[in-house]
């Protein structure tokens, strides 16, 4: 793997216990076509032979270590905080990039540069590589977020287009813009925090490219995290995620679908209580939502009806009835006596 002086993109690899992900992912980088870029991977705590594989096979690559596992938001702000290249191209430990993948986006950032903040990459799954994994992430003003293109055949998503916002498991960001905004909020420690920084980039009136050259294959929650733990943080960042960003006006009009969205995901996750909890965690941050939402007012640049559009979006789940249905199916199933 050549590591070059005068870089232009730094790799930032977030990592917990991944040792047999990075086995993959680290090989795959070192057969880039394009080679000015440096490697950062940030450990958090692994308790795996992670950090002795790096130090001994990839001696040139930038190793951070935690002591203790700190998240996805704090690894990666930690990396961005490090690096001096004007690209940070973010990636998932459990990926493995295709030679070409790092040229495809530098291409992209030539093609399209006018008011282009992220380029979000073609994720295809790892075990089935006709079908897409994440062509850019999707969010609807019921709280749903969607991988766009996810089990939809690849050659769907073969031209490049601006999309929503980046999935932050294989996109390049602007460092300079990244740093502009403080880069993820480490509040959320893991899931949605991409989400919350691409949709505080749009806001600012910055566009999100999907480049389809850009191909990396994508196991899927290589750092696997407890269920429970899972639940509470979906729950409490979804809400974050519109109390810090959302204008209230527009919460206020779209009351209902909020409502629906919660209702559906408290019925889907059949730890309702741990749910629950996750919702009203969110008391605890109201001082952290009102000074984001201070910050992100000085320098949002779209009005309200770009933004009610830019949320608009289908439900692309089974509906909330249906839900209902199956879940008391599965109580009158449970409690049922035997004749």
Not at 59 to 64: A, E
Request: charge should be positive; charged fraction near 20%; include cysteine.
């Amino acid at each position: 793997m050549t590591v070059l002086t005068e870089a232009l993109i730094t790799v930032i690899i977030p990592n917990w216990n991944g040792l047999h992900y990075l086995q993959q992912c680290l090989p795959a980088l070192s057969q880039q076509t394009f080679e000015a870029f440096r490697i950062i991977v940030v450990d958090n705590g692994s308790s795996d032979d992670s950090c002795h594989y790096i130090i001994a096979q990839f001696p040139q690559i930038q190793l951070i270590r935690f002591p203790e596992n700190t998240g996805f938001a704090f690894a990666c702000n930690a990396g961005i905080k490090a690096a001096d290249t004007t690209w940070i191209a973010l990636l998932n430990n459990d990926t493995k990039p295709q030679p070409g993948w790092l040229q495809a986006l530098v291409n992209a950032t030539e093609t399209y540069d006018v008011g282009v903040a992220a380029y979000t990459s073609c994720m295809i799954q790892m075990n089935s590589p006709n079908l897409m994994d994440d062509g850019g992430d999707i969010l609807n003003w019921r709280g749903g977020t969607f991988k766009r293109g996810n089990g939809q055949q690849a050659d769907l998503y073969s031209r490049d287009e601006e999309v929503m916002l980046p999935c932050a498991g294989a996109a390049m960001y602007r460092r300079q813009v990244l740093i502009e905004n403080g880069g993820f909020d480490p509040v959320f420690y893991a899931y949605l925090e991409d989400v919350d920084l691409g949709l505080r980039l749009r806001l600012q009136g910055y566009r999100c490219i999907y480049v389809a050259n850009a191909v990396v294959l994508h196991t899927g929650h290589g750092s696997k995290i407890a269920t429970d733990k899972y639940i509470f943080l979906t729950a409490r960042n979804r809400i974050l995620l519109f109390l810090k960003n959302i204008p209230f006006t527009l919460l206020f009009l779209h009351t209902g679908a909020l409502v629906y969205g919660w209702l559906f995901y408290y019925l889907a996750h059949r730890c309702a209580w741990m749910y629950l909890r996750g919702t009203l965690a969110v008391v605890k941050y109201l001082p952290h939502i009102i000074r984001s939402r201070r910050k992100l007012a000085r320098h949002k640049q779209l009005d309200h009806t770009k933004i009610k559009a830019l949320l608009t979006h289908p439900w692309p789940e089974i509906t909330l009835s249906e839900l209902v249905v199956i879940r008391l199916k599965e109580i009158i199933h449970r409690y049922r006596r035997p004749s």
